[in-house]
Nanobody
Framework: QVQLVESGGGLVQAGGSLRLSCAASGSIYRANAMGWYRQAPGKQRELVAVIYSGGSTNYADSVKGRFTISRDNAKNTVYLQMNSLKPEDKAVYYC??????????????WGQGTQVTVSS
């Protein structure tokens, strides 16, 4: 069974930086896409960034130029480098992975979430 474990959240002042990590465990044959989502109180979960197996990426307009997503395929780990953080970035951040396990079964998994708080 594939599981995701997130780390790196915390409290930072506006303008500061954080780096989130999400490590996937289990029998993963191929991770087609790995992404980061966030959800603030009273708001819907939104896509922050996604990276595909071929290396292409997509970012929400609100984080373009400030956040960078990357992945280490050998370790099945995805990272989110967050720079120039703003108070509106405060949310619970969730990683997501979809792909196929070693038995050729498709899966889609979510991490447990990590809190990011930005003070002004």
């Amino acid at each position: 069974q594939v599981q995701l474990v997130e780390s790196g959240g915390g409290l930072v002042q506006a303008g500061g930086s954080l780096r989130l990590s999400c490590a996937a465990s289990g029998s993963i044959y191929r991770a087609n896409a790995m992404g980061w989502y966030r959800q603030a109180p009273g708001k819907q979960r939104e896509l922050v960034a996604v990276i595909y197996s071929g290396g292409s990426t997509n970012y929400a307009d609100s984080v373009k130029g400030r956040f960078t997503i990357s992945r280490d395929n050998a370790k099945n780990t995805v990272y989110l480098q967050m720079n120039s953080l703003k108070p509106e970035d405060k949310a619970v951040y969730y990683c997501n992975l979809e792909g196929f396990d070693s038995s050729a079964n498709y899966f889609r998994r979510w991490g447990q979430g990590t809190q990011v708080t930005v003070s002004s």
